[in-house]
């Protein structure tokens, strides 16, 4: 007697199976190459072109750890090379690519240069012709 699993389980695990391997909510393809969290804004502008448009929206303080971090045996602790925890004044720009009326618009934060957040805003629309 041979087992047969049904063709809707079948399904369903290749579901899941996609969505485990998917790409994180806080990352997006832009052609073969993946955006993420944590990447400069060179990086993007190389990978997915001149944004629709950039608005500069102010300045942020942030805290920078420049102590490295050390595990051992379970344990973690802190190796210091002289500075700890600096705080420094950067600024937050925000870029909108716009990928036409069929994909979804992105709206990417940079602070400090280093994107650090990617939110979903709808969809995109055709751009106008100037003459």
């Known amino acids: 007697m041979t087992f047969r699993l049904p063709k809707l389980v079948t399904i369903a695990a290749l579901v899941v199976i996609t969505l485990l391997l998917s790409d994180p909510a806080h990352a997006f393809r832009c052609g073969s190459k993946l955006v993420r969290d944590g990447m400069h804004e060179q990086q993007i502008i190389a990978i997915c072109g001149e944004p629709t448009s950039i608005r500069y929206i102010g300045h942020t303080i942030r805290a920078f750890d420049y102590r490295s971090r050390v595990s051992h045996g379970g344990f973690t602790y802190y190796r210091s090379p002289g500075y700890g925890h600096l705080a420094a004044e950067v600024v937050v720009t925000e870029y909108v690519y716009n990928f036409g009326p069929r994909k979804l618009m992105r709206r990417l934060v940079f602070e400090g240069s280093v994107l650090v957040r990617i939110e ?8 106008k012709k100037r003459d």
Not at 120 to 127: A, N, V
């Open 120 to 127: 979903t805003i709808g969809y995109g629309y055709h751009e």
